[in-house]
């Protein structure tokens, strides 16, 4: 298995050393305290440029360091293909569960694919399509979970199942950028 933290390269130079500094002390602490400092330091030249230029991105490793590390030591591929399955489970979610989990996924879709793409991990097509299927998975989780709350509500018949959709009758068209794989 590759690990990310083995395929990582710098995206370029740090454009805001500072920047970088207060993301690596934050990640440092908690790095140290859960034993895996040792994988920050390996990655720390293709991150320091990320974090030196993305405040999102640092805030995203910021808030949830173990996502962080959690991709650093997995095989991206494997990564987001398990992501997608975890995705469209949401769909069988309640309504809150569904809510927070498509947010924290969104996250991790988001730092996973942005660190394969500025590290030279993924090609244009693999980036642009991996948003594409994100976006997929997470309109059909939260389609899903609405069309179970109208059902509840009494203002559907019946869930759609296979190639009807959750909701029977209604549909998504993707056009443009969505519908060529070309999310960016």
């Known amino acids: 298995m590759t690990q990310l933290l083995d395929v990582l390269k710098p995206c370029g130079p740090v454009a805001d050393p500072k920047a970088a500094d207060r993301a690596r002390n934050v990640l440092v602490e908690v790095a140290t305290r859960d034993g895996w400092l040792d994988v920050l330091d390996a990655g720390w030249p293709a991150l320091a440029p990320v974090f030196g230029a993305s405040p999102y991105l640092t805030s995203l490793a910021r808030r949830d360091p173990a996502r962080l590390r959690d991709l650093l030591i997995s095989e991206p591929d494997a990564r987001f293909a398990d992501l997608l399955i975890r995705t469209t489970a949401l769909a069988s979610a309640d309504w809150e569960a569904a809510k927070s989990g498509l947010r924290k996924l969104k996250a ?17 097509d693999a980036v642009t399509g991996s948003l594409t299927r994100f976006a997929d998975a997470a309109l059909y989780a939260a389609l899903s979970v609405a069309a ?31 519908g060529a794989y070309e999310l960016n």
């Open 108 to 124: 991790e879709a988001h730092l996973l694919i942005a660190l394969a793409d500025l590290g030279g991990v993924w090609d244009l």
């Open 148 to 178: 179970q709350a109208e059902l509840d509500a009494g203002r559907l018949t019946r869930i759609g199942t296979g190639e009807e959709g959750p909701v029977p009758g209604w549909f998504c068209s993707a056009m443009g950028k969505h």
